[in-house]
């Protein structure tokens, strides 16, 4: 069964205070890896997708990174307005392109 | 903005009742998917159609049902509402029916009394 698990569950950082989101996975042959950003009451944001091992994608001050079981979310001298949940999905290999997220992080960013 | 429209954005009502729930693709994706959001669950994918056509189906309910019109937008059908189903409701959708990015609606956020 296709599951994802995210680490840790909230984390909170000062400004300018770098750090990783991880989202471990098991998923019978890998489609996608999704990275979105959500705001409390509205829906997520796609931020990223990643295909294969070794790829890496970057925006502003987010990195994703993927490996065959795992895949990060770097943030590099975060600001308060980078606070938010961030969630990760797989996509896997069968007939529909349902998503499964994991529980995802809830990042807080202080001044 | 998505490009991904939901409405009503919220919705109040009593158990036993019925609802409905509208989505509107972007222009040029052919399928859509309707996720469940709970403070215990997360993000639980509950149905797919594509190009008119059911897809796939995830932890959805016999209560619940939906649809994609010829304009390819869906609706989703919830009846005899329990106090449990209250949830945000999203509706994401992608070009393609087997791979590629979503890109999800605001919500419909669903209270049931």
């Known amino acids: 069964e296709d599951q994802v698990t995210q680490s840790p569950e909230a984390l909170r950082l000062q400004e300018g205070e770098s750090s990783s989101l991880n989202c471990s996975y098991t998923?019978?042959?890998?489609?996608?890896l999704f990275w979105y950003r959500q705001d409390p009451g509205k829906g997520p944001e796609f931020l990223f997708t990643?295909?294969?091992a070794g790829e890496e994608k970057e925006k502003e001050r987010l990195k994703a990174t993927l490996t065959k079981k795992e895949s990060f979310l770097h943030i590099t001298a975060p600001k308060p307005e980078d606070s938010a949940t961030y969630l990760c999905?797989?996509?896997?290999?069968?007939?529909?392109?349902?998503?499964?997220f994991g529980q995802g992080t809830t990042l807080q960013v202080k001044p | 903005d998505s490009g991904v429209t939901q409405t009503p954005k919220h919705l109040i009502t009593a158990t036993g009742q019925r609802v409905t729930l509208r989505c509107s693709p972007r222009?040029?994706?052919?399928?859509v998917y309707w996720y469940q959001q709970s403070l215990d669950q997360g993000l639980q994918f509950l149905i797919q159609?594509?190009?008119?056509?059911?897809?796939a189906k995830g932890n959805i309910l016999e209560r619940f049902s939906a649809q994609q019109f010829p304009d390819l937008h869906s609706e989703l059908n919830l009846s005899s509402l329990e106090l449990g189903d209250s949830a945000l409701y999203f509706c994401?959708?992608?070009?393609?029916?087997?791979?590629?990015?979503?890109?999800f609606g605001p919500g419909t956020r669903l209270l049931v009394l």
């Open positions: 994401a959708s992608s070009v393609a029916g087997t791979r590629g990015t979503q890109y």
């Open positions: 998923v019978s042959g890998l489609r996608g």
């Open positions: 990643l295909y294969s």
């Open positions: 999905a797989v996509q896997g290999s069968s007939n529909t392109g349902k998503l499964i």
């Open positions: 222009s040029g994706d052919l399928s």
């Open positions: 159609y594509y190009n008119g056509e059911e897809r």
